[in-house]
């Protein structure tokens, strides 16, 4: 076949698959067998083998999967990605009707004005948020919700997701973001965790987290074997002639996104709290988790009229539905040691189902809290599942306590290396002060020390970790640097090219700059944001060593307790023989030259305005700061505004004006997070 050809009939082929994929994954409707629509891939995936240079971004090929996604790319969000306030009670919910009206004007006691907001309720899908950008009918970028102002760019995983268009239909805007929620279907999670239990992996602890995990693999083509699927609910950035929210989403549906069938639209609020009460007990029937109803002003000039709070909507709140409950018997109590040394008791359970999946174990938190619940062995508990993965335990059922049951005695020693367990003043948790001798305690850190966000070694894993530290290869984080290759091919499960990347992720890690050195050498309280300030103000490690606890506490962020960990932690002549041996290994101790320069170019080009009062700091602070990173400072909104920068009690023309021009609205700790 000769290139034109080839062209034309991947044109068809294209649109034909997606076709296929259309009516199978949106509309439910398979149009053809398994078989077919695997040989009209086949047929694809060969013609575009034969001409590469006619594989487009958008072609149905790409939802197999296949590419490798090493470090995903972070990208701003146009516009943040702000959260919703949430309710648990019909209360809740009424109060937020009488806030929608009296923010509109209208009187609550006019019985005419009912009618007057008309709200769009949807099921609250439990996943992963998730933007898509689209230009001229293409599926552009994918972007996770990350910390709200900057998430990941996770395009090559979106695409293998089928639900989601790679080209849209009909007459859709030339650029406009969507907004939806990523989630994992409920048979394909049983599915993945029967095999999973059958091969002895430790199954996925919930839907949410398979997705979000999921989401975040390197490999697109087991992203793709996933079955990941994706319901939007949010269109932003279009011109639209649309009165409101649901009708917009009755067109994103002709141009093929995935909408869910149960939004409804209600005339007032007694309608929306039917439907509460409605999915309260139906969401069980559902093949999808959900675990609340989102209500929204529909018009979006009255969305418009009530604006936002720093954080979330004025027109939208979620309800949250109350968790389920059950009672089950406190078999033992056994304490996990974390990577500080963080004891954590674990309550392990006569296994009971609850919302879905069989619960054995919960959190007993710290000694406050079994002391507080008076929870004792032998015991039945009451178990609730709320948003996170562990259940919570929530009191005892006293009308059952056994006569001979013995109050729960918290352990004094650590259970993996025996050493007394201490506790400091103000904090909850005991803790083994054994840093370098406790097993859990040396793993974890070395665990710490090459994670993502720290040295990114991915080659070495906890289970590898664990190999070469049971096979007394590695003892502390130096002992990484001296690793040879030699003494890695011994090694079970180690062969020439996982030894020979291991060594060569090791080698790439000490070009990582020095925030995440820091960040990586496990200081107790020493998290990635303080690390980086800390490293900014201070420039090289020698510098904080020098520093007296009194002078830490100049350093923005730095408080008494991290101060002191600090100082604790070069005191220590072990972590100092640790950090010389990586120094000399090559790691950077220092901020790089560009690092160094004075002031930033973050937010070069931009122009913000301020209204409102702060939190954490003054205006003429946020003025500073804005104009240390590049940036300009203008008293009104116009145009050439780049961001409205909002606190509380804003000046309501100042916002309108902002949301007519489509400039974009953070709050401070975005802005914070913007000047990282
Ligand atoms: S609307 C500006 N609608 O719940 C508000 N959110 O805190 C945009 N979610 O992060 C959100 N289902 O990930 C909206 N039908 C729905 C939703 C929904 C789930 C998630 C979303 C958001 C969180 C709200």
Same mark, same amino acid.
């Given at each position: ?47 575009? =083998? ?96 990350? @910390? ?13 997701? =089928? ?7 009909? @007459? ?54 996933? &079955? ?60 999808? @988790? ?134 400091? @003043? ?175 170019? &973050? ?74």
């Amino acid at each position: 076949m000769d290139k034109h050809h080839a062209e034309e009939k991947i044109k068809q082929l294209s649109a034909e698959l997606e076709q296929h994929n259309y009516n199978y994954y949106v509309l439910d409707k398979p149009s053809i067998s398994d078989f077919e629509f695997d040989k009209l891939l086949e047929e694809l995936i060969a013609l575009e =083998k034969q001409f590469p240079e006619l594989l487009l971004s958008t072609s149905p090929s790409q939802r197999v999967g296949g590419s490798i996604t090493k470090e995903f790319k972070t990208v701003k969000h146009t516009y943040p990605m702000l959260s919703l306030s949430n309710s648990y009670s019909k209360e809740d919910v009424l109060d937020f009707d009488r806030r929608v009206r009296e923010g509109l004007g209208l009187q609550s006691t006019d019985l005419f004005s009912l009618a007057q907001v008309n709200y769009v309720c949807e099921l609250k899908f439990d996943g992963l948020s998730i933007g898509l950008t689209y230009e001229n009918g293409e599926l552009k970028q994918a972007v996770t919700r990350g @910390d709200g102002v900057q998430g990941d760019d996770v395009t090559t995983n979106v695409k293998t997701i =089928k639900s989601i268009p790679l080209k849209l239909k009909g @007459d859709f805007p030339a650029q406009f973001e969507i907004r939806g929620e990523i989630f994992m279907p409920r048979p394909v999670f049983d599915n993945i965790n029967k095999e999973r239990e059958e091969i002895g992996e430790t199954p996925l602890a919930n839907p949410r987290n398979a997705a979000s995990g999921t989401m975040k693999m390197q490999d697109s083509s087991v992203v793709a074997s996933r &079955k990941l699927d994706c319901f939007l609910y949010n269109v932003l950035g279009a011109e639209f002639s649309d009165k409101g929210h649901f009708e917009t989403l009755q067109h994103a549906k002709r141009w093929g996104f995935k909408i869910s069938e149960h939004s409804k639209l209600a005339g007032n609020i007694n309608e929306a709290l039917d439907f509460i009460e409605h999915w309260d007990k139906a969401r069980f029937n559902l093949p999808f @988790d959900t675990d609340g109803v989102v209500i929204k002003v529909n018009e979006f000039k009255q969305q418009t009229q009530l604006g936002f709070t720093a954080k979330s909507p004025r027109w939208a709140i979620a309800y949250k539905f109350k968790a389920e409950q059950v009672s089950t018997e406190l078999q033992s109590i056994s304490y996990q040691v974390g990577r500080t040394g963080a004891i954590t008791p674990v309550a392990n359970l006569k296994p009971v189902p609850l919302g879905g999946t069989t619960v054995k174990r919960a959190s007993l938190h710290n000694a406050d809290i079994i002391e507080k619940l008076d929870v004792r062995v032998g015991d039945f508990v009451f178990v609730e599942k709320g948003g996170e993965i562990i259940p919570k335990i929530i009191g005892v059922d006293f009308s059952k306590r056994k006569d001979d049951a013995q109050k729960t005695i918290y352990i004094t020693r650590c259970p993996e290396c025996g050493t007394e367990l201490k506790r400091e @003043d103000g904090e909850a948790n005991h803790f083994c002060p054994n840093e370098t001798g406790c097993p859990p305690q040396v793993k974890g850190r070395m665990e710490h020390f090459v994670s993502r966000k720290a040295m990114n070694i991915d080659s070495l894993g906890a289970e590898t970790i664990e190999q070469l530290y049971n096979a007394g290869l590695i003892k502390n984080i130096a002992d990484i640097y001296d690793l040879k290759k030699e003494q890695l091919l011994p090694l079970e499960r180690m062969a020439e090219k996982s030894a020979q990347n291991l060594i060569e992720g090791i080698e790439a890690s000490k070009k990582i700059p020095f925030e995440r050195v820091l960040y990586a050498i496990g200081i107790r309280h020493v998290g990635e944001t303080t690390a980086k300030k800390i490293a900014k103000k201070v420039k090289s490690l020698q510098v904080l060593i020098n520093l007296n606890e009194e002078e830490m506490l100049h350093i923005d962020e730095v408080g008494e307790i991290i101060a002191k960990s600090v100082s604790v932690f070069f005191a220590d002549e072990e972590n100092r023989k640790i950090i010389e041996r990586l120094k000399v290994a090559g790691l950077q101790f220092e901020l790089s030259a560009e690092q160094q320069q004075a002031g930033s170019e &973050k937010l070069k080009n931009l122009t913000f305005v301020i209204s409102g009062v702060f939190n954490k700091h003054s205006r003429d602070q946020l003025k500073e700061l804005i104009e240390f990173h590049g940036g300009k400072n203008s008293g009104s909104v116009s145009g050439k505004t780049s961001y409205l920068l909002a606190g509380e009690n804003i000046g309501p023309e100042k916002l309108k004006k902002a949301q007519n021009l489509g400039v974009k609205i953070i709050g401070e700790d975005e802005f914070v997070e913007m000047i990282g």
